[in-house]
């Protein structure tokens, strides 16, 4: 008796797992992976703005905690939001009018980008 | 027909993954998306019918089914539930239904969180997936097959039973969190492999598999934990790590693993390193093979069980192509993983990382050279030579000592460029501090230079730590207008990520001042005893009470009850109880030490057996009788695991943000609102 049970219940788990497989073939809209990026370029940028923005805060939490030198900061600062603004041109997101220290608006169009998302 | 549930439902996750494999490269290559979302159901089932077939087996084991083989060798009646479960990793069969288990539990999470992973990328990483967990199936269905069953006329009533050493509460726990360690390193290997496939290979497949690999790196840390501590407390030889082929094997990995955690931080920061973080991915999951093949071919001689079977050379081969394929891969994609940066200056957090990468490999290879190097000597020579634990220390402990002092100035160092003076101000404090106190170390014994330094490194270590909580909280606090305790316990909540490794970074300087005192300072003594004898040992001495014989459910005890004092005092600190353990059955004896834990030293004592005649044990005459024991002092021994809990919480604080969302960081608001504040001026 067990064993025919088992023979049964081996018989539908094999029917089962293949109607698993082929039922994407047959229903319209199945997809894999459910996921609005195509590839990777856009939450690439995404990454790369985040990591941007924490190097800007180690940066302003190294130099306010005195391990940093007044010139030493500025011009680690000035490289990281000019690299930043770089890769918003690359993103092909319009950037706010260039303001008298580039610098600074760069710097919030970032964290304005990343608090939206 | 007769089918066996178990060893069907085995049989069916080795066929989904066999399909997963070939449909998934179908759908990638030609991009039809049914393909890949068939490719991905069975990756799911493949998960799930490999569960169901451990089930199978672990129910076999609790019931006691002895129509299969393995059941039967690896259990028997007398043994309790909790050994019963754990007897299912006690052979090779069983562990490697396991790993394949793992591995594919693994896979089926990966596709069920797939979400938010890009399209194309995804659709390599399901196929890569499916073929690694194929093999693992495939050997375990057709050449380790635990449902092969006895002959229905030669059916036992009882079992052999597991070997007794693995009879230990640490067993039932090490060998799964080794296995998950192992197996995890699985998935960021198939994200990088579909990384290579797809070109998709911005830093998104590190970022993604962020959350698997420090989950894979912890459990695999625990498990070698917990496997020194089963050592410890099972073996009887006073120590945790012996160098043993099948500890260098896991630990292999582990080596590659930390240095992979760290060079994708210098991806993530500065776009360099990528072809070094790809073949890192692929090198730590390539040592879980290589580990496979060293435990299971036999061709190193190991105390572990699972040597001597004829399985290891399909291992060797799958590592073969394995590589092969991984080096065409990144050649054929050796311009996309060009860096972005340069070096600009060996004063540089990155320079300090790509040192501690080195170093970690440097101590693999060596590792690895050790462990081999009976192989090579037999090929050279005709003889198997091997090397012992004094090759694994000379060559191993400098480089350690090198790791020391770069995880301490590493994470402290500033990107890309860093001035002498800013260098000075933050580890000013931290150098002196180590360097006195390894000029006291040296002043004591000018012999121990290795243990002078170690001490002063892990102290230099402790203090850059100490030194930038304390910055960090003191800045916080300015920023934020609460006192610096208050901003101290925040900065763990608002980047775990970096405090989290600094814990666990303490964790390891405390391991690393645990394991120089235990093995600088270790005393041991050998001796033999008769009821009311006293013996001095170190600060300690000790009184044989009594011996006692017994029996027990399936073993029979030989045990000693010993009086601890402190030299020269009266009163009795401690009562320790080692024992001898017989297995009839298996006719195998195991040591139960007993051990005194204090913070300052553990006195570990092992009962050897009696010293008497073959006449004087025909009549067991204990009173008279003289037994031997084995004692050490281990100083500062338990902070070893107190470092241990310490690295296990750190990475516990750094998982929970990954945990929740599963994929990604969220940015909080007070880092926007400090790069806004700076924008504001």
């Known amino acids: 008796m067990i064993e025919i049970f088992v023979t049964m219940l081996s018989v539908v788990i094999a029917f089962a797992a293949g109607m698993a497989l082929v039922f994407p073939f047959f229903v319209a809209g199945v997809t894999f992976p459910r996921s609005a990026a195509g590839d990777d370029t856009k939450s690439d940028n995404s990454i790369r703005q985040d990591a941007y923005l924490q190097a800007l805060e180690d940066l302003e939490m190294d130099f306010r905690s005195g391990k940093l030198p007044e010139a030493e900061y500025q011009a680690s600062r000035q490289q990281l939001l000019e690299e930043a ?8 997101v319009p950037l706010t009018p260039a303001p008298a220290d580039a610098g600074e608006p760069i710097g919030a169009s970032i964290s304005g980008s990343v608090k939206s998302q | 027909m007769k089918i066996d549930l178990g060893n069907f439902l085995l049989a069916l996750a080795w066929l989904m993954s066999s399909y997963g494999f070939v449909a998934g490269v179908y759908g990638a290559s030609r991009k ?233 931080m210098v991806q993530q920061r500065r776009g360099m390193l990528k072809v070094w973080n790809a073949s890192l991915a692929i090198l730590t999951y390539a040592l879980t093979v290589l580990g496979t093949f060293i435990t299971r071919s036999g061709v190193v001689q190991s105390v572990h069980a699972f040597s001597n079977s004829d399985v290891g050379w399909v291992f060797l081969v799958y590592l073969a192509v394995l590589i092969v394929v991984s080096v065409v891969l990144i050649a054929w994609r050796w311009k996309d993983l060009r860096p972005e940066h340069q070096f600009e200056s060996f004063f540089s957090r990155e320079t300090a990382f790509l040192f501690n990468n080195l170093v970690l490999l440097a101590i693999c290879f060596a590792t690895a050279w050790g462990v081999l190097f009976p192989l090579v000597s037999e090929a050279l020579s005709g003889e198997k030579s091997v090397v012992g634990p004094p090759f694994f220390n000379r060559v191993n402990v400098p480089l350690f000592i090198a790791l020391m002092f770069l995880m301490g100035v590493g994470p402290l160092i500033a990107w890309r460029k ?56 003191k800045a916080r606090s300015v920023i934020t207008s609460s006192t610096p305790m208050q901003s101290g316990l925040k900065l763990f909540a608002r980047r775990p990520q970096k405090w989290g490794g600094f814990l666990v970074h ?38 044989l009470l009594k011996l006692s014989d017994g029996q027990r459910r399936d073993y029979s005890i030989l045990s000693a009850e010993v009086a601890v004092r402190r030299a020269g005092e009266s009163k009795v600190i401690g009562t320790l109880r ?57 100083p500062l021994q338990v902070w070893l695991w107190v470092g241990a809990l310490v690295v296990l919480l750190g990475t516990l604080v750094v998982l929970r943000p990954l945990l929740s969302p599963l994929l990604g960081r969220e940015v909080t608001e007070e880092e926007v609102e400090i790069v806004e504040m700076r924008a504001r001026g």
């Open chain 2, 32 to 264: 039809r998306e049914a393909a890949s979302a068939s490719a991905a159901n069975a990756v799911v089932l493949m998960g799930l019918f490999s569960f169901l077939s451990l089930a199978a087996l672990g129910t076999a084991f609790l019931s006691g089914d002895y129509r299969y083989e393995y059941v039967w060798q690896n259990s028997n009646n007398a043994m309790y539930a909790p050994y019963r479960m754990s007897a299912i990793w006690g052979g090779m069969s069983g562990s490697m239904l396991l790993w394949a288990t793992f591995m594919a539990l693994f896979a089926m999470v990966v596709v069920w969180r797939s979400a938010r992973v890009p399209v194309l990328l995804m659709r390599w990483v399901v196929p890569v997936l499916a073929i690694a967990t194929n093999f693992f199936l495939a050997v375990t269905l057709f050449l380790t097959n635990p449902f092969k069953l006895i002959p229905t006329d030669q059916i036992p009533t009882d079992g052999s039973g597991l070997n007794p050493l693995l009879q230990n509460p640490s067993m039932l726990i090490h060998p799964p969190f080794l296995y998950l360690g192992f197996t995890g390193f699985s998935v960021p290997f198939a994200f990088c492999m579909g990384a290579l496939l797809s070109r998709q290979l911005s830093d998104n497949w590190i970022r993604l598999t962020r959350l698997s690999t420090l989950i894979a790196w912890g459990f695999l840390t625990v498990g070698i934990i917990l496997g020194g501590h089963w050592a410890y407390i099972e073996l009887g030889w006073g120590g945790f790590w012996a160098w043993d082929p099948v500890e260098n094997a896991s630990f292999l990995p582990w080596l590659t693993g930390t240095a992979f955690l760290h060079s994708v």
């Open chain 2, 578 to 634: 080692p024992e001898k353990r017989f297995y009839p059955r298996t006719q195998q004896s195991t040591t139960e030490v007993d051990i005194r834990m204090t913070m300052k030293d553990d006195l570990y004592i092992a009962l050897a057996g009696l010293d008497m005649t073959d006449s004087e044990a025909k009549t067991m005459d204990l009173v008279g009788a003289k037994a031997a024991f084995k004692v050490f002092i281990n």
């Open chain 2, 506 to 543: 303490l964790g390891v300087a405390v391991m690393c001042i645990a394991i120089t005192a235990s093995m600088a300072y270790k005393v041991e003594k050998d001796f033999t005893l008769k009821t009311g004898d006293k013996l001095r040992v170190g600060n300690y001495e000790l009184e």
């Open chain 1, 85 to 92: 603004a770089l890769l918003k041109l690359s993103a092909a």
């Open chain 2, 418 to 473: 860093a001035s002498l003076s800013s260098l000075w101000k933050t580890f000013r404090v931290p150098f002196f501090s180590g360097s006195i106190i390894t000029a006291i170390f040296l002043v004591l014994d000018s012999t121990r230079i290795y243990t002078a330094v170690s001490f002063g490194l892990a102290l230099f270590v402790i203090a850059t730590i100490e030194a930038e909580f304390r910055r960090a909280a």
